[in-house]
């Protein structure tokens, strides 16, 4: 069971930028699709972006398209998200999660559905005050 340890959150004001890493143990981590989902209180677990194992395909959230970048290196067993204009709505426990099962075919709605995937991590806090 591959493990997943999140980093990189904190408090920033509106506008700014934070870099959110996820280190995952084990071997094949380059056969993992990697995603990045968010909690807020009271509100329900949301998809944010997920790239996948294959050539690297992205997908984000209507929300933070063109604002958030998903990367990953496989070197360092490391995906990453960037996350610039950040806004006080997305204050939220952000967490890292993988999907070890190996698919030869992903949409959208697979990568955004959270039971796609079968590990995660702790979660990081971000917080965006106005």
């Known amino acids: 069971q591959v493990q997943l340890v999140e980093s990189g959150g904190g408090l920033v004001q509106a506008g700014g930028s934070l870099r959110l890493s996820c280190a995952a143990s084990g071997r094949t981590f380059r056969l993992y699709t990697m995603g990045w989902f968010r909690q807020a209180p009271g509100k329900e677990r949301e998809f944010v972006s997920t790239?996948?194992?294959?050539?690297?395909?992205?997908y984000y959230a209507n929300s933070v398209k063109g604002r958030f970048t998903i990367s990953r290196d496989n070197a360092k067993n490391t995906v990453y998200l960037q996350m610039n204009s950040l806004k006080p709505e997305d204050t939220a426990v952000y967490y890292c999660?993988?999907?070890?099962?190996?698919?030869?075919?992903?949409?959208?709605?697979?990568?955004?559905?959270?039971?796609?995937?079968?590990?995660w991590g702790q979660g990081t806090q971000v917080t965006v005050s106005s």
């Open positions: 790239i996948t194992w294959m050539g690297g395909i992205t």
């Open positions: 999660a993988a999907d070890g099962r190996v698919r030869t075919s992903y949409s959208r709605s697979v990568a955004g559905d959270p039971n796609t995937y079968n590990a």
